[in-house]
């Protein structure tokens, strides 16, 4: 089955300790279709300016991604651009052009309204929304989140929780949600507000999954050689709703499967800057570290 | 099989957000050898005052941990004071008073020094190097540490290393021991320097065995309610000591079930202050969380 996803469709630039990579492809939807791709058919909702390079077009095709929900208007792309420190677990933003990003109104073309899978991004609860309304009876909705929509949104995100099948965030993001200082006690605050499974990503502490049958502690890829980890959240995701979309049997059933695969395709993502690496992926690569994680894991 | 353990044995005084405890049985010793004592017999190496109180000798007592290797001298038993935060991951020294503590030369008896399993809990490097001297052909030697002998006592922590097989620390002193940012090669650097196994403790992200096998990544159990960490580290790795000296077949093969077992053992020692919680726990108790936490981790 298709995945719809929302989210933005961005240029990054990427300063880390030991390099720095103007404009590369990002944005949490071209990484989630990328993720997504690897099992499942995407459908791309975002929207680019007209400087928007070619060779991008061309890598979202190279992925069989459906651009009939990308929007190219006059003006630029949304631009972001970043500095990691050495340990790569903190950065902080130096720029935001939001260009043609800034009126965005996504509108879903006709074709795309019956997807069962839809996974919105992160980008502005508004817009998670805006897509959610255009959507018929989908069968498993996912929304990710970031701290600035907790910061500056949170009215409509809290309106958002509801309507979720699923809801995927950080662990301090959890924090600042609930104010509530253990991770699982967070999590059944989080619950009330409405979603039936709720995710945290931790880096490279792996996942939780907190579900009606409990939880699943997620581990994450051992990786010596973390390049840049701009985009891996959203990989995970992407990863995790084009697996499960992939999946015969109930999302119960598949969850932690799905997270597992998400969290493999988040390895790559972090191994090169921007979608470098996870663009020269094959599918079979994934699968053996799904394997090897298996190896890891087991006692 | 034994485990002889060496470490402190303190009186500790604790101050949470939500309470305050008094003169508690602390200590890395007394903490390692009441977990080892659910699977194996426990021999303690210490010193304690003549203020030591009564109960904690009995509380050892019920544990059937052998005392024959705890000196008790004229003078205070090691006190130490500590304040954690509110979201128990940070928590600063109020006060150290070392009393007996301060001229420990710990003498085995005669009958200990051929034990198969020793566990140099977290003390001095020179006294786990003293302990280590008097130990005949033991069958697995694990050393665990803290950052403050990596400030002040590096030299005689990097001569005990060659001498161990296993060796237990967490991973911020990971990173003060390699200046390395990434967990797994500081764990390739950590083997260059001696142990074939080298376990990082993460808290409540769990831990991570490196080996000649490769990585095992061994889950946290997961509490909502974390009322006193200290001494989860020193329960941990005493756990699994006390699990491999009790478990038929190598090391290897059993390292990781030992970690899981550890893992559990502390998630008990982290609901109750000092040793409170975990001295009303039976082995039936520990097998129970061991099931849930293959349940919680199977994909």
Redesign the interface.
Known sequence: MSVLIVGSTALDSIKTPTAENPRLLGGSASHAAVAASFFSPARLIGVVGDDFPKKYLDLYRRHKINLEGLQILPGKTFHWSGEYE???NHRRTLLTELGVFETFTPTLPAVHQATPFVLLANIAPALQHHVLDQVRRPKFVVADTMDLWLNIALPELLKLLPRLDGFVLNDSEAHQLTQE?????AL?KIHRLGPRYVIIK?G???S?LSGPK??????AY?????VDPTGAGDTFVGGMMGYLASARGTIEANL??A??YGSVTASFCCEGFGLTRITRVRRADIDRRVKEL??????
């Not at 200082?181 to 006690?185: A, G, I, K, Q, S």
């Not at 051992?222 to 973390?226: C, K």
């Not at 298996?294 to 006692?299: D, G, N, S």
């Open positions: 050495a340990n790569m200082d253990n991770l699982f006690t059944k931790k490279s502490h792996g939780i409990g939880f699943f502690i997620c581990p051992p990786l010596t050689n973390v932690r499967r997270m597992i298996e190896k890891l894991t087991r006692f």
